[in-house]
């Protein structure tokens, strides 16, 4: 079974840019969900998808958008970027139920210059 | 709006002592709660979760916690303490009309583990 995947890695753009970041639920999963976790803080809700339609959104301006595919992979779209969003950005599957586990990805760390 | 406290930001203890790491909550209704390990360069990975029943809640590696309605806690604990258990511990609460993906998180604690 594959766990959540998360690319890039790492990734430096400058403000103003927009960037892209791309996460690949795990098997079964067809809820994702985003958070930004600045240095020293926890985790913060950014959106969720579920089955391609988004589900629920954290206190984020709309430059913060997303997708997810048909296959239930997602991407996180950040327009206009301000320093304040060098952060790691978290994505979480899930399996569609209240109650159940979500499982996370690796992080993709980003810093904007 | 339902938020969560971890009182301790640094918190060191020394191998084979025991752990407890607190959490407060605030929410109107029972919460769903939730402890997540997190280590360096690493996603998070569940602990263990609270959604009813019993209030002492077995996890993995040995951890558990203990839920308390009348303190709004949810305080992690672990009887002896490994090397590898050097982490950072965040506490994170949900509600019950949604799923885990929209939970609430606390800053974090950062253990230390003194050999």
């Known amino acids: 079974e594959t766990g959540v995947t998360q690319s890039p890695t790492h990734l430096i753009k400058t403000r103003g840019q927009q960037v892209t970041l791309r996460c690949s639920s795990q098997?079964?999963?067809?809820?994702v969900s985003w958070y930004q976790q600045a240095l020293g803080q926890g985790p913060q809700f950014i959106f969720q998808y579920y089955r391609e339609e988004e589900n629920g959104r954290g206190n984020f301006p709309p430059r913060f958008s997303g997708l997810q595919f048909p296959n239930y992979s997602s991407e996180l779209n950040v327009n206009a970027l301000e320093l304040d969003d060098s952060a790691l950005y978290l994505c979480?599957?899930?399996?569609?139920?209240?109650?159940?586990?979500?499982?996370f990805g690796p992080g993709t760390r980003l810093t904007v210059l | 709006a339902q938020s969560v406290t971890q009182p301790d930001i640094h918190i060191t203890v020394s191998e084979g002592a025991s752990l407890e790491l607190r959490c407060n909550y605030s929410?109107?209704?029972?919460?769903?709660l939730f402890w997540y390990v997190q280590s360096p360069g690493q996603g998070l990975q569940l602990l263990l979760k609270y959604f009813s029943g019993d209030t002492l809640v077995q996890g993995i590696k040995g951890f558990e916690a203990e839920f308390k309605r009348s303190q709004s806690s949810f305080n992690l604990r672990k009887p002896s303490v490994h090397w590898s258990d050097a982490a950072e511990y965040f506490c994170a609460v949900g509600a019950p009309d949604t799923n885990a993906g929209k939970s609430t998180f606390g800053d974090g604690t950062t253990l230390t583990v003194k050999p």
């Open positions: 098997s079964g999963h067809n809820t």
């Open positions: 929410y109107g209704a029972t919460p769903y």
């Open positions: 979480a599957s899930s399996p569609a139920d209240i109650t159940d586990t979500q499982y």
